[in-house]
Structures are given as C-alpha cells and as structure tokens.
C-alpha cells in the first residue's frame, strides 16, 4: 500500500518514516522516529528529488511505482549525498536504468566513491544558477556547499515557488499523517526537535546556513519542502527568523541553563542551590540538566536556546568529569559561542575542573566568563553562603 500524498498539482511527497531507529547516524536518539523526505516532480519529464534511507527501501518503492503509474523517471535530483538520502541512487539506476542523475562536481565524486559503478555518462553536472527544463517546471539550483556536507545543493521550481532545501528546514521526529506544518502544531510537535537537528547536524556551520538564507531572501518562495520532518507551506517567516537565529548563534530565549557534571550528588547539590537563587533573584527561566543523564544531544539543543550558561562540575582523573568534557567537546566541534557564562567548581584534592572548563570555553568564541567562581571542596558548606550570592549576583548582573 502507498503511503504519498499530493503536495501541488504535479508535485507528490514520497517519502517514509523510519520509526524504528534507535540512532540517527548512529549516534543521536530518535524518540519519535524520522522521515526521510524525497519527491516527485510528474512534468513532461519525471524528475526525482532524493532517494531515502536503505532500512525503508521498500515502501519508498512502492511509493514510486503508484505515482509513476507505468511512466519512468528521467531525472534523480541529487541534493545531498549523506546515505540517509542517497543510500537508493544504485537501487533506483538499476529499476530506471535511463534515467539521469543530476548532481555537481562533488556529488559526483561522492557518487563514485560510496558507489562502484562508473558514473562519467549518467550525471548531469550543474552549477549555481543552472537550470533544468521538465516542462512546465523548471528547476535552477543554487549550491549550499556545508548546509550539511560539502555537495549539498538546493533546487528552486520557479512555477510553484518551491525551494527544494535539502537538510535544511529539516528536523527530527517521523511525520504522523501530517506532511504540512500546518498540519500540526509545530511549536509544541516539532520546534525542540527541529533546533536538536539543527543544532547536532547543521550547528558548526552557521556561515553557511546564513549563506543560504540570503540566496533564499531573494527568490520568492511560497513552500519549503526539506529532506527530514513537514513541508512548510505557511508561515515560513516562523522557521526562517527561527533559522536565521541559529545560524547567528543568537539565543532564542534569555535565561540560564545549568550543566551539572556530579559523581555522588555534592556539586548537583549546590547547582540546586545556585537555581534557588537565581530564581528568587527572578530570573525567568532557569533550568537545570545533570550531563550524566540527559543526552548531550538535548543539551547542545539547550544551548543553541539559552543566553546563560552555568557550568557546575566536579573534578574527575585530574581533569573535567567525563561528560562534561564530552559535552564541552561536541560544543567546540559544533562552534557554539556568544553565550555568557558562570562556572562552579568541586574537587576534593587538586580541584581542577573549573581552570579546565574555562580554557575551553576561551578557545571557543566570543564566551563572556562571568569573573565571580564558586570553589567547592567536596560540598557546599554553610559557610560559603555569602560566595554563593555574590556568583548569583555577578551573573544576574550580566543578564542586565
Ligand atoms: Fe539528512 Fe545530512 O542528511
């Protein structure tokens, strides 16, 4: 049984969600599955937009062979390489062996090298501003080289003002029946998963996101459809100022996020403390994370969101606690900056977390270290109330 729907009168949404995966590229946990979103183009001429992932080979098939209805596929748009969409580009060549792939210069290396067969007569190279001619529709590309990996390319169909964007727009969580998003409410459905894709996919390349979204102002489009998660057909200007904020690294929302690395409870202890009174100081939001248990995944979603950081760490083997020394090194990786920050110490010989936590936040950019540093020695004592309180004052202070 298909599973497409009709997205404008020639366009169909073929794609699939995969519910079953425990980690998206093995690595980030899909509580509520993925799509894997690809396209049907029915002109004159029948292009492709994207293949999908190998573990739903089967109904994308099937998905295919009830929009074809006995015609053949002359183009496959190859927007972006990652396997999660091009795992089917073989697949498909071999059931439409006439039809040509499109793709540039890179997408054809990454052809030759995820692939074995030679590629040199079946692509179509394009470049930025290239267009190809389907009938009634065309389609110019435009390249978005790092939007995520280094081929990746958008597509624009000047007749039904739609921007093909690849990973972009794209976020995490399987599509219940609704492939619009105003099919859903997205705010409270998607928006946390779309910033935690964003965040761990995209997140290192904000240059490059930003590039896009002005070679996007200037087209006029009226639909976004993405390779992950709904197609926007209203209220695009929600998802682009939501996009146009992470690629900048601005938070969305001024308040504090506290990550609490604790081995036996005593630095969380004193982070609880520290939440208290930043909220009998009034400070809006504040919300507290132990690293060991949350997925650092969530938390660098959390950070793309927050204005305000406080690190509360033990001391662990001479160095930072493990996870949030991984924690800091994913934040490294994805160019996390422009965030303010507090930083709690604990150790009960050689304290040392607090020194390393702030080298690493200095390489990273543009990282306001709040001077003001709470030293514990195993635990909070009553007698560092007043140390307390002037750390919360510092950093309500910087929130001014
Ligand atoms: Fe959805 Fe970069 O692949």
Same mark, same amino acid.
């Given at each position: 049984?298909?599973?497409?729907?009709?997205?404008t009168?020639?366009?169909?949404?073929?794609?699939?969600?995969?519910?079953?995966?425990?980690?998206?590229?093995n690595?980030f946990t899909?509580p509520?599955?993925?799509?894997?979103n690809?396209?049907?183009?029915?002109?004159?001429?029948?292009?492709?937009?994207d293949?999908?992932?190998?573990?739903?080979?089967?109904?994308?098939i099937?998905?295919?062979?009830?929009?074809?209805?006995?015609?053949?596929i002359?183009?496959l748009i190859?927007h972006?390489?990652?396997?999660?969409?091009?795992a089917n580009?073989?697949r498909?060549?071999?059931?439409y062996?006439?039809?040509?792939?499109?793709?540039?210069?890179?997408t054809?290396?990454?052809?030759d090298q995820?692939?074995d067969?030679?590629?040199?007569d079946?692509?179509?190279?394009?470049?930025e501003?290239?267009?190809?001619?389907?009938?009634?529709?065309?389609?110019?590309f435009y390249?978005?080289p790092?939007?995520h990996?280094?081929?990746v390319?958008?597509?624009?169909?000047?007749?039904?003002?739609?921007l093909?964007?690849?990973?972009?727009?794209?976020t995490?969580?399987?599509?219940?029946?609704?492939?619009?998003n105003?099919?859903?409410? =997205?705010?409270e459905k998607? +928006?946390d998963e !779309?910033?935690?894709? *964003?965040? /761990?996919i995209?997140?290192?390349y904000?240059?490059q996101?930003?590039?896009?979204l002005?070679?996007?102002?200037g087209?006029?489009?009226?639909m976004i459809?993405?390779?992950?998660?709904?197609?926007w057909?209203?209220?695009?200007?929600?998802?682009?100022?939501?996009?146009?904020r992470?690629s900048?690294?601005?938070?969305?929302?001024e308040?504090?996020?506290?990550?609490?690395?604790?081995?036996?409870g005593?630095?969380?202890?004193?982070?609880?403390k520290?939440?208290?009174?930043?909220?009998?100081?009034?400070?809006?939001e504040v919300v507290?994370?132990?690293?060991s248990?949350?997925?650092?995944?969530?938390?660098?979603?959390?950070? =793309?969101?927050?204005?305000? +950081?406080?690190f !509360?760490?033990?001391? *662990?083997? /001479?160095g930072?606690?493990?996870?949030?020394a991984?924690?800091?090194?994913?934040?490294?990786?994805?160019?996390?900056?422009?965030?303010?920050?507090?930083?709690?110490?604990?150790?009960?010989w050689?304290?040392?977390?607090?020194?390393?936590?702030r080298e690493?936040?200095e390489?990273?950019k543009d990282?306001?270290?709040?001077?003001k540093?709470v030293?514990?020695?195993?635990?909070?004592?009553?007698?560092?109330?007043?140390?307390?309180?002037?750390?919360?004052?510092?950093?309500?202070?910087?929130?001014?």
């Open positions: 049984m298909h599973t497409t729907r009709k997205v009168d020639d366009l169909y949404y073929i794609g699939c969600n995969d519910r079953k995966l425990e980690r998206f590229e690595l899909l509520n599955g993925v799509s894997y690809s396209y049907l183009i029915m002109d004159e001429k029948v292009a492709l937009t293949t999908i992932d190998a573990d739903v080979t089967d109904q994308f099937e998905n295919i062979n009830y929009v074809l209805n006995g015609r053949n002359d183009y190859i972006h390489m990652e396997p999660d969409h091009g580009i073989k498909l060549m071999d059931l062996p006439d039809m040509t792939l499109v793709g540039n210069v890179k054809k290396k990454m052809v995820f692939f067969f030679d590629c040199e079946c692509i179509q190279i394009v470049k501003g290239d267009s190809l001619n389907l009938g009634s529709h065309t389609l110019t390249m978005a790092m939007v990996w280094p081929e390319m958008v597509s624009y169909d000047e007749k039904d003002k739609v093909f964007s690849a990973d972009g727009f794209g995490f969580g399987a599509l219940d029946g609704g492939i619009f105003d099919e859903a409410n =997205f705010e998607y +928006l !779309a910033r935690r894709y *964003y965040g /761990n995209v997140g290192k904000g240059m996101t930003a590039n896009l002005k070679k996007a102002a087209l006029d489009i009226q459809c993405p390779l992950h998660g709904p197609i057909r209203s209220d695009l200007s929600y998802f682009l100022e939501k996009y146009d992470w900048t690294y601005t938070p969305e929302t308040g504090v996020l506290i990550l609490c690395g604790s081995v036996y005593h630095t969380m202890a004193a982070a609880e520290i939440a208290l009174k930043l909220k009998e100081k009034g400070v809006k507290l994370y132990d690293v248990k949350t997925e650092v995944s969530y938390l660098i979603a959390e950070i =793309f969101k927050y204005s305000h +950081l406080i !509360a760490c033990a001391t *662990y083997n /001479n930072i606690f493990p996870k949030m991984d924690l800091l090194h994913d934040m490294k990786a994805l160019a996390l900056q422009k965030r303010t920050v507090g930083i709690v110490q604990n150790g009960t050689a304290p040392a977390s607090g020194k390393l936590i690493e936040l390489s990273m990282m306001k270290i709040v001077d540093q030293n514990i020695l195993s635990a909070l004592k009553a007698a560092q109330e007043s140390e307390v309180d002037d750390f919360v004052s510092a950093f309500t202070e910087s929130m001014k």
